[in-house]
């Protein structure tokens, strides 16, 4: 059994969705499951009318300018109104869900798994188009989880038992979805901005899958992204733990929690180009690389945060232990953190309303102060070079460094 995912980009319009048909269809004859993500930037889309709606302002707009993307790619892969009624079902149902009210995280869930929905089943009804012997399958029904919306933890256990049951279907090509689970009682959880890498570990990992690949539009992974550095190298293999690592700073080629399932079961990650197949792309595997050059990594959104005592006291532990539990019952997470005798400042990802609540809180006990719109620039085995050019970056407001990593916060 083997494991593809592949993501947006790959699914954006006909002429893709008919060359992800032709990589499928090469490996039909082994064992296959297929991991979709949303089409194009759909799952952007679908996050403003989930804004929309949980504010109860009007999105019909927004709604069928999704729908009409969705039914004209359908009228170029099947040449007539084939599979248009379908398409409209759906958008029916999403209309309705996204009339629910809720709390805000619960209603983002609701509205935007209907990206991986609607793409897989138009890839489905695609390869059946094609004369393909393919099974749809939903992966709320096998993916379970808490009910930690738009972060769901998954239920090892119980999604281990679920996907144990597809290794008696061999004989058809399965395809399903990424990103989404449920619930014990089947409401509907996302894993997590761009967790269809994830989806697809999970599958590998409970099956005990051959080898998992991530399809992109890059010939596999680059030691910085090739549009912001143009001389960036590509790797022909890399450590599971240099993966790893690259993921938890930011790099987006792979979702961060990929790895562990993966690594755990020593089942290789392979990431290929959907654009040119027969490149090899790069192995991630138990393995040892030496002398591995800068590793850069640029993660945006980003904001700094700073908490300064009110009575010049100095930082101690009880104070971090105020604001980690603050930040962990936020479920945020940090990405560089720095203290000094009166502060303590750290960088996470700005998520406004959550950003806002934790400031609330941290003001009952500090003064607090936040920038936001910085990037946050990692380095992994940086040299003279690269610490010299990034140290002196234009509007550096925080750096910190290791014997391997230097990161820098940077308003842009």
């Known amino acids: 059994m083997n ?21 499928i269809s090469s490996h039909a004859k082994e064992p296959l499951i297929v991991v979709v993500s949303a089409m194009g930037k759909t799952t952007d889309a679908l996050e403003k ?9 009007d999105f019909q707009k927004e709604l069928e300018e999704i729908k009409t ?12 109104e084939h599979f248009a009624k379908e398409i409209e079902t759906s958008f029916l149902k999403l209309n309705d869900v ?24 138009i890839l489905t009804a695609y390869l059946e188009y094609k004369k393909s012997n393919v099974l749809w399958i939903d992966s709320r029904q096998y993916i379970k989880t808490d009910d930690t919306f738009r972060e769901g933890k998954v239920d090892w256990a119980l999604t281990g ?22 619930t014990e009682k089947n409401e509907t959880t996302t894993l997590g901005r761009e967790g269809s890498d ?11 899958a051959q080898s998992v690949t991530i399809w992109k539009d890059v010939p596999g992974v680059m030691s910085a992204d090739p549009r912001r550095i143009p001389t960036a190298l590509v790797f022909d293999e890399l450590p599971y733990k240099e993966a790893a690592e690259m993921t938890y700073f930011g790099a987006s080629v792979i979702h961060p929690k990929t790895i562990k399932p993966l690594a755990n079961r020593q089942i290789p990650l392979l990431v290929k180009s959907f654009i040119d197949p027969t490149v090899a792309g790069t192995k991630i595997h138990e393995c040892r690389v030496d002398n591995l050059p800068p590793l850069i990594v640029y993660k945006e959104n980003q904001c700094l945060i700073s908490c ?25 997470k940090i990405n560089v953190m720095q203290n000094s005798a009166i502060s303590f400042s750290f960088c996470i990802d700005y998520r406004e309303s959550k950003v806002l609540k934790l400031i609330d809180v941290l003001s009952k006990q500090f003064e607090v102060y936040y920038n ?15 610490s010299s050019a990034y140290r002196t970056m234009k509007g550096v407001i925080l750096e910190q460094s290791s014997r391997s990593t230097l990161q820098v916060l940077v308003k842009m």
């Open 308 to 332: 300064k005592v009110t009575d010049y006291t100095f930082v101690d532990e009880t104070q971090m232990t105020t604001i980690l539990k603050a930040l962990s019952d936020l479920n945020l």
């Open 98 to 121: 996204a009339l629910v009210q809720g709390e805000v995280d619960y209603v983002y869930d609701q509205i935007v798994s209907f990206g991986e929905l609607i793409s897989s089943l």
């Open 198 to 208: 994830f989806t697809a570990a999970i599958y590998g990992s409970c099956l005990g």
């Open 372 to 386: 936001a719109n910085l990037t946050l620039i990692t380095i992994k085995n940086y040299d003279a070079i690269t």
């Open 49 to 57: 009318i989930a804004a929309l709606a949980f504010a109860r302002a």
């Open 69 to 80: 993307y969705h039914l004209n790619v359908c009228h170029e892969l099947f040449q007539g």
């Open 3 to 23: 494991i593809f995912k592949f993501g947006g980009a790959s699914l954006k319009n006909s002429e893709r969705i008919k060359n992800v048909a032709d990589i």
């Open 161 to 182: 038992k679920n996907i144990a049951a597809l290794a008696n279907t061999t004989d058809q090509l399965i395809i399903t979805q990424g990103f989404i689970g449920s």
